[in-house]
Every structure is written in C-alpha cells, then in structure tokens.
C-alpha cells in the first residue's frame, strides 16, 4: 500500500489506485502485512532505472550487470513499489538466501515518460546528475528499513476490511450481502473453478483488441 509522503497529504502519485482505496478483489482477511511506499521512492527510482546517468551510476558505481540494468526499465512506479514492499518483507520476516519471495511487476517504465520529465524538471532542476543517482540509490534501496510496517492481528484486518465500505456499497452500489461475503475465506476458495474461465476471457479479449 503507497502512503502519501511524495506530493502531501491525501495524494500520492503511484498511479491507477485512489488514495487509502482498499480494492474490492483484494482479500484483507488473510494479508499477514502492510507496507507504506513512499511515492517519492518510487519517482526517483523511475528516474534512476530510465536515464543514462542513473543507468552509468548502476552499471560502475554498483556493478549491476547490463542484463538487470536493462530490465528495470520495464519497472513502473507500481512495480518499483511492489519491489520495494518484497525488499521490506524480506527484511521484516528475517528471510534468508534459501528463501523465496514472490511479488509482481505490475506495470512497465514506458507509460510514465512525461511523469518522469516532470520529477527531473521539479525536484533535479532539469539535470539529472551522477550525485543525484547516489543520492537516490542510498536513500532507497541502500538503506531500506523496516519502517512503515503492520504485522496485521485479527483486530487490524477487521479494520482494513472496513475501509472498504464506503467505496464499494456507498458509493459503487456493491451488495451488503456480497461485500460482507468477502470477510470469509469460502468465498476466495469457491472462487477457484472460475479461475480458467476468465482466463480464456482476458486471452480472448487480449486477441480482439490485438486484431482491430
């Protein structure tokens, strides 16, 4: 979950979710932790994967290889904010190099070109430099922390579940009886059987729109 720390209070940047939405496919009720990402976080390193200064800081100041340095351009600011939750996961449960960690790429780098000229243009005065590479790279990802972080008890998923009223009945007009169904782990489970129909769905979709 993005906090609000980049652009002040009640609006970040990491873009597509509204802020503080909880969405309605998401189970609360089995997620064992929350994680804020600074939005900030996530402008800076979008800087830093996608310009050549911040590509030549990876490559001789950190020995990156250029295969990695390549690949984090398909990162957008939802998938840098993903890493960087996995990086504070990680670090949270203690996990070592025999254990696995799974998160999603969510988005890629070229949707936010002109997002990214503006962070260049506002806070790196139009010239984006080897220092403030560094910079970025110490702040987040040098010195990730354990910061900004709920290990949910059953009190605090009940809570988190609640935020989600006012969005999905009040205001989108999702049944009472289907949203309070969701409080349940039957129903994520009796999801399953429907889960090859819809993607024969998004495959179908994918190819309709491909074609025209």
Known sequence: MPDDAGNGFGEHNIQGIGDKHIPLIHNVMNTDIVCAISD???????????????????????????????????FGFSSTCNVLAAIKTAKLLDLGPDDALITVATDGGAMYTSERAKTIRQRYRGEYSHTDAAEAYG???????????????????????????????????????????????????GLRPYLGVWDEMITEFNSRVAAG
């Open 40 to 74: 900030t976080a996530t402008d800076e390193l979008d800087v830093l994967w996608n310009t050549e200064q911040g590509r030549a800081y990876l490559a001789h100041a950190k020995g990156i290889d250029a295969g990695t340095i390549a690949a984090l351009a398909h």
């Open 139 to 189: 702040q987040h990802l040098g010195h990730v922390s354990t910061e900004h972080m709920i290990e949910l008890r059953e009190a605090d998923r009940r809570r988190i579940f609640n935020l989600g009223y006012y969005t999905w009945v009040e205001q989108q007009g999702t049944p009472f009886e289907l949203f309070e169904q969701r409080r349940h782990q039957s129903f994520w489970r």
